[in-house]
Each structure stands twice: as structure tokens, then as C-alpha cells.
């Protein structure tokens, strides 16, 4: 059960700080879950950001399509809210290998500002190609 007071809908998209002028990640709500031990988790897809991914000809990657977070991320990450969208169905394969681990023990949620999410994106796609 979702709180009464909650600022987040399902379909909200909100421009976050990057990590350079360059980047304005957008995060779209897609999902909204009851976290079990209160409050929620926002499951999101991620545009217009700049991941730099060593394995793809171009060098970044500009979307990622499944990141479970927690509101404190916006708020950490001065998000303002610029409009709706449809949910982004490609968030489903990655939340439902997120649920499994997460049902398991194995998994969370972010809450740390978006900026350092991206760099600990980064440094794991680096670390693949190491």
C-alpha cells in the first residue's frame, strides 16, 4: 500500500543534476512498490544521461532502462518534476530479475544522489571489460 502523501505517480518523468553540464539524466517512474519495511520504491528508466561503456562502438550509453531507487534519490539529486510520459516497458526484464533477488535477500535499492549511481554504473561496466 502506497502512502496517502506520496509526491510520486507512476509515468512522472524528472530531469535530476548530472554529472557535468553536459548530462541531464530523466528519470520516468514506471513502478511504484510498497517497500516491506515502509515507504517505497520507485523502479525507474533512465535517459539522457552519458554512462561511459567501453564495449559499445559509441562510448556511452544514453539510456538505462531498470534502476530501483528510493525517493530520497530525487530529493538528493534536486529533481524537478518536467512532465508525464507512458511507462517505459523495457524496465520489465530487468525488474523482474531485480524481484527475484530482492525476494531472495539479494538486492536493494538506491538511495544515494543519481550523479554517484551513474559513476558506480560506470566503474561496473569498466570493470566487465577489465
Known amino acids: 500500500m502506497m502512502p496517502a ?3 510520486y505517480a507512476i ?3 524528472w530531469r535530476c543534476r548530472g554529472r557535468h553540464a553536459t548530462e541531464t539524466p530523466v528519470l520516468t517512474i514506471n513502478r511504484i512498490d510498497a517497500h516491506p519495511l515502509g515507504g517505497e520504491i520507485l523502479h525507474v528508466s533512465v535517459t539522457h544521461a552519458r554512462i561511459r561503456h567501453p564495449s559499445l562502438r559509441e ?4 539510456t538505462f532502462a531498470h534502476l530501483p531507487v528510493i525517493g530520497q534519490v530525487l530529493e538528493r539529486s534536486g529533481a524537478e518534476l518536467v512532465g508525464a510520459a507512458t511507462p517505459d516497458p523495457a ?3 530487468g525488474y523482474h530479475q531485480w ?3 530482492f525476494d ?3 538486492a536493494g535499492s538506491y538511495g544515494i544522489p543519481l550523479a554517484e549511481i551513474l559513476d ?3 566503474t ?3 570493470r566487465r571489460n577489465d
Open 104 to 106: 531472495a535477500g539479494q
Open 59 to 62: 562510448g556511452f550509453l544514453t
Open 120 to 122: 558506480l554504473i560506470e
Open 124 to 126: 561496473m561496466l569498466a
Open 99 to 101: 524481484k527475484q533477488a
Open 11 to 13: 509515468g512522472q518523468r
Open 91 to 93: 524496465y520489465l526484464d
Open 5 to 7: 502523501t506520496s509526491p
